[in-house]
Each structure stands twice: as C-alpha cells, then as structure tokens.
Nanobody, 115 residues
Framework: QVQLVESGGGSVQPGGSLGLSCVAS????????VGWYRQAPGKQREFVANIAGAGSINYRDSVKGRFTISRDNAKNTVYLQMNSLKPEDTAVYYC?????????WGKGTLVTVSS
C-alpha cells in the first residue's frame, strides 16, 4: 500500500513563491509516475504537472514557465516549485502516484494566493 504525505502549502501574495513536497511510502516510487493535481473551491480537480519514472515531464499550459516539478527517488519525494503565483492558483494541491493502473492520492495541502 502506498501512502502519500504532502507538505509546504500556505498563504502567499500574488507574485510570490511556494514549494510543495510529497513523500511516498513503499518501494514502487522510482518506477512510478508522480505528480500534482489541484482543486479550487467549487471546481473539479485538475492536472497540474507530472514526472515519469524515466524523467519525462508534463505541465498544464497555465503553469508552464512558472511551476517546476522534480523528484528525488532516493528520498521517495516529488517536489513542486511554484513561482509567480496568481490568485487563480489558489486550490488544494494533491500529490498523485500512478503505477500498475492504480492511482494513489495524498490528503492535500492548501495553497492560497491573495493580497
């Protein structure tokens, strides 16, 4: 069983930066695709970014050039560095691990961008 624990959320002003981390339990992390989704109030959960075990990376268009995803397989950790944050980035951010046709989710961490 995989467990995911996010950290690093908080409040920031527009234009600011935050970094998120997600630590995974289990032994499949290094071969899994891991990433981040977010859910704003009253909206559906949406894809933000992911990184495959082999290293290929995908971002949603609205975060390209502002967010950077990375992983450290030795620490079973995936990171999301968020720069130039906008109010529309406000959401609960969820860590996701996908492996062998199964999705695993963290409980989420709140990011609030407001002046």
């Amino acid at each position: 069983q995989v467990q995911l624990v996010e950290s690093g959320g908080g409040s920031v002003q527009p234009g600011g930066s935050l970094g998120l981390s997600c630590v995974a339990s289990g032994s499949i992390f290094s071969i899994a695709t891991v990433g981040w989704y977010r859910q704003a109030p009253g909206k559906q959960r949406e894809f933000v970014a992911n990184i495959a075990g082999a290293g290929s990376i995908n971002y949603r268009d609205s975060v390209k050039g502002r967010f950077t995803i990375s992983r450290d397989n030795a620490k079973n950790t995936v990171y999301l560095q968020m720069n130039s944050l906008k109010p529309e980035d406000t959401a609960v951010y969820y860590c996701n691990l996908y492996s062998e046709r199964k999705d695993y989710w963290g409980k989420g961490t709140l990011v609030t961008v407001s002046s």
